[in-house]
C-alpha cells in the first residue's frame, strides 16, 4: 500500500522558516515527480512546487519562487520543501504529491496524496 506522511507544519511568525518533509513508501520512489501543493481553506488545491528523479528538476509556482526550496533523498524515500520568507499568505494545508505520470501542475496528474500538514503564519 502507498503511503505519504507529511511531517513538519507549525506555527510560525511572519518572515519566519519552515522545513516539511514527506515520507513516500512509493516504489521504486526515485521514478516518481514529487510534488507539494496546498490548500487554504475556501479556495482550491494549488500548486506549489514539484521535483523530478530525471535531472532532479525544479519547479515552483511564481508565489513561492525565490522563497520555498524543493528537494528529495531518493535514499532516505523523503522529499523536502524549505520555506523561507512565509507571509500570512501562505497559510494553508500542505500536501505531498507522487506523479508516475511526469511533471505536472494539475492534482489530477498526481495519484498519491498524504494526509495533509497545516501550515499557519501570523501576522
Known amino acids: 500500500q502507498v503511503q505519504l506522511v507529511e511531517s513538519g507544519g507549525g506555527l510560525v511568525p511572519t518572515g519566519g522558516s519552515l522545513t516539511l518533509s514527506c515520507a513516500a513508501s512509493?516504489?521504486?520512489?526515485?521514478?516518481?515527480?514529487m510534488g507539494w501543493f496546498r490548500q487554504a481553506p475556501g479556495k482550491e488545491r494549488e500548486f506549489v512546487a514539484a521535483?523530478?528523479?530525471?535531472?532532479?528538476?525544479?519547479y515552483y509556482a511564481d508565489s513561492v519562487k525565490g522563497r520555498f526550496t524543493i528537494s528529495r533523498d531518493n535514499a532516505k524515500n523523503t522529499v523536502y520543501l524549505q520555506m523561507n520568507s512565509l507571509k500570512p499568505e501562505d497559510t494553508a494545508v500542505y500536501y505531498c504529491?507522487?506523479?508516475?505520470?511526469?511533471?505536472?501542475?494539475?492534482?489530477?496528474?498526481?495519484?498519491?496524496w498524504g494526509q495533509g500538514t497545516q501550515v499557519t503564519v501570523s501576522s
Open positions: 504529491a507522487a506523479s508516475g505520470r511526469g511533471y505536472s501542475r494539475d492534482y489530477a496528474a498526481y495519484a498519491y
Open positions: 512509493v516504489r521504486p520512489f526515485s521514478s516518481y515527480t
Open positions: 521535483m523530478t528523479w530525471i535531472g532532479r528538476t525544479t
